[in-house]
């Protein structure tokens, strides 16, 4: 269907942006190096080399591309850009190219409501308290040492809440090329401060706790707002990838079921990255993809009576879609705001953070699991509230301590 849909946006546009799946083995700088490789130590911290490719090879598919805009992303195997008619039907026969892959646009899964919180009342929010974070932390688990990838708007540095919390940030532009950052990192909108607050926020004297996993160390790059967001995606997926991240938490997607974003996920999973993603706040029936794959955590929304947001995604029974594999707080969830202070939002994107900061105290506390492991363990902690609807809550609401329990 990808070469179909590729062709579609040629024959309306001139130009389709597309992505092309390598194949190892051609593009090999030799035999025995057709995989990336990927090393966790004894304190759970990773790091991948990328499979060495002929870099004559990989450069000589530049031609095809309109205007010679390729961008090449190491870790992920693949190379983007726009092709028009000629370098469709090149690419298409390449001995390079393993597959082609339509690169529709998506978006950011933008909150339902948003209202500033004037005067927070000091301690956990009830997300944290919901998911038995503070009986984690007390048991000397708080992801130290563990590596989370943040791909969304950006992030206010400068907050009391983030201070420390970053250990690396980035800027994609719309070719998918990393941006020159002079001065302090800043967000490009609010969302990504909020989300990032809700996953790694620090604990601050007098202030609301906000942050799953308090001693995690967040890489973040910004990846949506202006220009291409495909491109500068797939740019922060790999740099992630080159970052040791173990868990990339993940609030975008196209609008229903594409299976344009399935390859990538899979090269996710093959390098022990663990993709936790927002299944869309269009209600019942109604997904995004990449958060309605069966490959992804896929978190939908509830509120705090244990009750399944009304604006929380869920598959239609019958169709390729699934999800969401469980639910989250992610109505009135109380997280950073950029310029100080804190707001109140609602959406899968808020309940989102609460399952990826959940990963990272799991891997904290035992650094030598794999994702699935992490993975199978929260999806079993789950229970489901009395007349739950098992299609939009999934397995239900996670337990953090039983998550741990589960896992050790």
């Not at 790059?221 to 500068?232: E, F, K």
């Not at 947001?309 to 992610?330: E, H, I, N, R």
Request: some cysteine; proline content about 6%; overall charge negative.
């Amino acid at each position: 269907m990808s070469i179909e849909e590729i062709q579609q946006d040629i024959d309306t546009n001139g130009s389709a942006k597309a992505i092309v799946v390598l194949d190892r083995n051609h593009v090999a700088a030799s035999s025995d190096a057709t995989r990336t490789e990927v090393h966790i130590d004894a304190v759970g911290r990773v790091t991948r080399k990328a499979s060495p490719v002929d870099v004559d090879r990989v450069a000589a598919l530049n031609q095809h591309f309109v205007e010679s805009q390729m961008v090449h992303f190491p870790f992920l195997g693949l190379v983007h850009g726009a092709v028009d008619q000629q370098g469709l039907d090149q690419l298409s026969d390449h001995k390079a190219t393993h597959k082609m892959i339509h690169a529709p646009e998506l978006s950011t899964i933008r909150p339902v409501a948003t209202s500033d919180a004037d005067a927070p009342t000091a301690g956990p929010t009830w997300g944290l308290q919901r998911l038995n974070a503070q009986e984690i932390w007390q048991r000397g688990y708080t992801g130290k040492n563990v590596v989370v990838a943040h791909l969304d708007s950006g992030v206010d540095s400068r907050h009391p809440a983030l201070r420390g919390a970053l250990e690396k940030f980035t800027i994609f532009d719309s070719k998918g090329k990393p941006v020159d950052i002079n001065g302090s990192y800043s967000d490009a909108d609010d969302h990504g401060t909020h989300t990032a607050g809700t996953l790694a926020g620090r604990i601050v004297d007098g202030a609301p706790v906000i942050g799953m996993a308090p001693d995690v160390e967040l890489v973040d790059a910004r990846v949506v707002g202006d220009g291409d967001t495909i491109a500068r995606l797939l740019a922060g997926l790999d740099w992630a990838l080159g970052k040791g991240a173990r868990v990339v938490n993940l609030s975008v997607g196209f609008p229903g079921w594409k299976p344009s974003f399935e390859a990538i996920i899979k090269k996710l999973r093959e390098q022990h990255l663990l993709p936790v993603v927002a299944i869309g706040n269009e209600g019942a029936t109604h997904t995004r993809s990449p958060g309605n794959y069966s490959t992804v955590l896929s978190v939908g929304a509830i509120d705090s009576n244990d009750k399944v947001a009304t604006f929380s995604g869920s598959y239609q029974p019958g169709g390729d879609a699934t999800g969401p594999m469980l639910c989250a707080p992610g109505v009135r969830v109380l997280s950073a705001k950029p310029g100080g202070g804190y707001r109140e939002s609602d959406g899968s994107s808020m309940a989102t953070p609460h399952v990826a900061g959940l990963a990272a105290l799991l891997f904290s506390a035992k650094p030598d699991a794999t994702i699935d492991e992490v993975e199978r363990a929260i999806v079993n902690s789950c229970t489901r509230p009395a007349g739950a609807d098992p299609d939009r809550i999934g397995a239900g609401i996670p337990d953090g301590i039983a998550a741990l329990g589960e896992l050790l």
